[in-house]
């Protein structure tokens, strides 16, 4: 039913008449909020209910500029609060500074600061940050495609002790140690740090040759230069800690990379045939030592053998002169029997009976030849009186040395006897 219908009573809003009154007056409002204010903190309201019209009128707007200023106070009192609480997170550091002077480190978690003269400076300690030297990389240039590479020849060129220049690239990764150091000390610690990494980079170059750096050396080329880039930084108290020193290439100009390319191969050449000439070497020198020891060891054998041959020959001969000395016939005899032994023992002998024979002989050559070493000979058995002695008629046998001395000896005593 509206307000202004019939039986629907007075409930014009503007009005304040009825029962059902609009929203409060705020002066109102502001006032008693003020009063309530004065009560908690034991003042008395000003004017009594005697008191006049005008009187009443200006103690009520003094009440809302009170209340206004109230409010107005609480909430910049929480602004406040809110301005001077400050956080640090996890791996971070909270640098106080009090008009624009250091005050303190905060470690992580809620503080409280004076707003507006405290000013805090956070600072990651434990992120890893990442700078390269003497080379620049970009974006790609299309989806998959590898980064582009841009060479800085300022940076990268370095003169090594041979007087050669080598293209060196590095990458250097470093953290925040000390953020009071990193904020105060040095104007801009980044490009210190690359400043720095390339000094020494360079001086531990210069002290190197080329071929150092580019073959074996790098593992101590990266040693030598961290350690030296962290001693300078710590002298001049960046607040910076060098964690890793990559040398991700070491080559020289591109100018004459092709040259250094031949010079490489040839060296390898050259290793390569030291390497095989070393490798005879050792296959052929150990088998000429063996070869000497062993003909070092035969000529002492040799030795040995002629020396105790010479010496049995003597003892023999010494005992032989005194056989002669006691039976110089048997002597004789005896050896001039073993002479002819050991001269006929080397040929194939054939002895014909030629008395009583008649003019056919026959001559078994194939198996006299078989027989015997060499080609056998024809001979005549003589005596010692130098008559021909013979086998029996129409026969003929080869015989060996032992088996003719024998038969001489046997034939000359037989004449002896006669």
């Given at each position: 039913?509206?307000?202004?219908?019939?039986?629907?009573?007075?409930?014009?809003?503007?009005?304040?008449?009825?029962?059902d009154?609009?929203?409060?007056?705020?002066?109102?409002?502001?006032?008693?909020?003020?009063?309530?204010?004065?009560?908690?903190?034991?003042?008395?309201?000003?004017?009594?209910?005697?008191?006049?019209?005008?009187?009443?009128?200006?103690g009520?707007?003094?009440?809302?500029l009170?209340?206004?200023?109230?409010?107005?106070?609480?909430?910049?009192?929480?602004?406040?609060?809110?301005?001077?609480?400050?956080?640090?997170?996890?791996?971070?550091?909270?640098?106080?500074?009090r008009?624009?002077?250091?005050?303190?480190?905060?470690?992580?978690?809620?503080?409280?600061?004076?707003?507006?003269?405290?000013?805090?400076?956070?600072v990651?300690?434990?992120?890893?940050?990442?700078?390269?030297?003497?080379?620049?990389?970009?974006?790609?240039?299309?989806?998959?495609?590898?980064?582009?590479?841009?060479?800085?020849?300022?940076?990268?060129?370095?003169?090594?002790?041979?007087?050669?220049?080598?293209?060196?690239?590095?990458?250097?990764?470093?953290?925040?140690?000390?953020?009071?150091?990193?904020?105060?000390?040095?104007?801009?610690?980044?490009?210190?740090?690359?400043?720095?990494?390339?000094?020494?980079?360079?001086?531990?170059i210069?002290?190197?040759?080329?071929?150092?750096?580019?073959t074996?050396?790098?593992?101590?080329?990266?040693?030598?230069t961290?350690?030296?880039?962290?001693?300078?930084?710590?002298?001049?108290?960046a607040?910076?800690?060098?964690?890793?020193?990559?040398?991700?290439?070491?080559?020289?100009?591109?100018?004459?990379?092709?040259?250094?390319?031949?010079?490489?191969?040839?060296?390898?050449?050259?290793?390569?045939?030291?390497?095989?000439?070393?490798?005879?070497?050792?296959?052929?020198?150990?088998?000429?030592?063996?070869?000497?020891?062993?003909?070092?060891?035969?000529?002492?054998?040799?030795?040995?053998?002629?020396?105790?041959?010479?010496?049995?020959?003597?003892?023999?001969?010494?005992q032989?002169?005194?056989?002669?000395?006691?039976?110089?016939?048997?002597?004789?005899?005896?050896?001039?029997?073993?002479?002819?032994?050991?001269?006929?023992?080397?040929?194939?002998?054939?002895?014909?009976?030629?008395?009583?024979?008649?003019?056919?002989l026959?001559?078994?050559?194939d198996?006299?030849?078989?027989?015997?070493?060499?080609?056998?000979?024809?001979?005549?058995?003589?005596?010692?009186?130098?008559?021909?002695?013979?086998l029996?008629?129409?026969?003929?046998?080869?015989?060996?040395?032992?088996?003719?001395?024998?038969?001489?000896?046997?034939?000359?005593?037989?004449r002896?006897?006669?």
């Amino acid at each position: 039913m509206a307000w202004n219908e019939p039986g629907g009573g007075n409930r014009d809003p503007w009005s304040g008449g009825g029962h059902d009154q609009g929203p409060p007056d705020l002066d109102e409002v502001v006032r008693k909020l003020s009063d309530r204010f004065n009560n908690l903190m034991g003042g008395r309201r000003g004017g009594s209910g005697n008191s006049g019209g005008g009187a009443g009128a200006s103690g009520s707007g003094g009440s809302g500029l009170v209340g206004i200023g109230l409010v107005v106070g609480i909430i910049a009192v929480i602004g406040w609060l809110i301005a001077s609480i400050y956080i640090v997170n996890e791996g971070e550091r909270g640098v106080v500074l009090r008009f624009g002077r250091y005050l303190e480190t905060t470690l992580p978690g809620p503080h409280l600061r004076i707003f507006p003269i405290d000013r805090v400076e956070i600072v990651n300690v434990e992120q890893r940050r990442f700078r390269e030297i003497g080379y620049r990389s970009g974006a790609g240039a299309g989806a998959g495609r590898q980064p582009a590479i841009r060479s800085v020849p300022k940076e990268a060129l370095m003169l090594t002790q041979d007087e050669n220049i080598v293209d060196v690239r590095l990458a250097v990764q470093y953290q925040i140690k000390d953020p009071y150091a990193y904020l105060f000390n040095v104007l801009d610690p980044e490009s210190v740090l690359v400043q720095v990494v390339e000094s020494a980079t360079r001086e531990t170059i210069g002290k190197s040759t080329m071929d150092f750096v580019l073959t074996e050396g790098r593992s101590d080329i990266v040693a030598d230069t961290r350690t030296l880039s962290q001693n300078i930084l710590d002298s001049y108290g960046a607040g910076l800690q060098i964690i890793t020193v990559v040398l991700q290439d070491a080559q020289p100009p591109e100018e004459v990379q092709d040259a250094f390319a031949d010079a490489i191969k040839a060296r390898e050449d050259e290793q390569r045939l030291k390497n095989e000439a070393e490798a005879y070497s050792n296959e052929v020198i150990p088998r000429a030592r063996g070869q000497a020891a062993r003909r070092l060891q035969e000529a002492s054998a040799y030795k040995d053998q002629v020396i105790a041959q010479a010496q049995g020959e003597a003892s023999r001969f010494e005992q032989l002169l005194a056989a002669y000395g006691r039976a110089p016939e048997v002597t004789r005899e005896r050896l001039y029997l073993e002479t002819l032994e050991t001269v006929l023992s080397r040929v194939s002998k054939v002895l014909v009976d030629v008395t009583g024979t008649n003019n056919l002989l026959y001559l078994p050559l194939d198996r006299l030849l078989k027989s015997g070493d060499a080609a056998p000979s024809t001979s005549e058995g003589r005596s010692a009186s130098g008559s021909l002695e013979t086998l029996p008629a129409s026969s003929s046998t080869s015989m060996d040395g032992s088996a003719a001395a024998t038969r001489l000896r046997d034939l000359n005593r037989s004449r002896e006897v006669r």
